[in-house]
T-cell receptor, first 114, second 112 residues
Framework: KAGVTQTPRYLIKTRGQQVTLSCSPI?????VSWYQQTPGQGLQFLFE???????NKGNFPGRFSGRQFSNSRSEMNVSTLELGDSALYLC?????????????FGPGTRLTVT | GNSVTQMEGPVTLSEEAFLTINCTYT??????LFWYVQYPGEGLQLLLK?????DKGSNKGFEATYRKETTSFHLEKGSVQVSDSAVYFC???????????FGRGTSLIVHP
């Protein structure tokens, strides 16, 4: 079974631009969660989508948004990029969501904002 | 709020040495506790978990015991291998929420 895939793997953007990251979950998984990993703040939860609905949300500004499609693929969008948004963005999929505790992570998208 | 503190790395060991990575948490209610491992260039993988006090999670020779009295979940392995070199993350949920809070990660380097 194929794992979680994230595209692109690396991205360089300029401050003020917007960016869209994509995540394809493991086949059959209905939940996709997004995390931001930085040296300063560590790994922080952004949001979780389950069957196209946002089910949980972390403490991030509204510039961070996401959506999930009917095939469970998910996208995350960051608008008006700031230098501090430079990070590794990880997505994780699970069959039934966070309550199952069994999350499978992708390799991440490394975003650099200049 | 919920927080997880784990020992700073890197932890450098020789092959077959004993490993301990300390992890303590603050959380309300009855959290569940986890250890994840991240190999270079890969995403996190769930290594083991414990969902109630005194539970012992174990996998691939690693184990950790949920100690509510000391709010700890230390990771141990009796004999590490070079292939165990990775970054290890401790995580917990807080009572009533399934959103995990992660520690900063501890890098483990095992030399032959």
């Amino acid at each position: 079974k194929a794992g979680v895939t994230q595209t692109p793997r690396y991205l360089i953007k300029t401050r003020g631009q917007q960016v869209t990251l994509s995540c394809s979950p493991i086949s059959g998984h209905r939940s996709v969660s997004w995390y931001q990993q930085t040296p300063g703040q560590g790994l922080q939860f952004l949001f979780e989508y389950f069957s196209e609905t946002q089910r949980n949300k972390g403490n991030f500004p509204g510039r961070f948004s996401g959506r999930q499609f009917s095939n469970s693929r998910s996208e995350m969008n960051v608008s008006t990029l700031e230098l501090g948004d430079s990070a590794l963005y990880l997505c994780a999929s699970s069959l039934e969501g966070l309550s199952s505790y069994e999350q499978y992570f992708g390799p991440g998208t490394r975003l650099t904002v200049t | 709020g919920n927080s997880v503190t784990q020992m700073e790395g890197p932890v450098t060991l020789s092959e077959e040495a004993f490993l301990t990575i300390n992890c303590t948490y603050t959380a309300t209610g009855y959290p569940s506790l986890f250890w994840y491992v991240q190999y270079p260039g890969e995403g996190l993988q769930l290594l083991l978990k414990a969902t109630k006090a005194d539970d012992k999670g174990s996998n691939k020779g690693f184990e950790a015991t949920y100690r509510k009295e000391t709010t700890s979940f230390h990771l141990e392995k009796g004999s590490v291998q070079v292939s165990d070199s990775a970054v290890y993350f401790c995580a917990s949920t807080s009572g009533g929420s399934y959103i995990p809070t992660f520690g900063r990660g501890t890098s483990l380097i095992v030399h032959p």
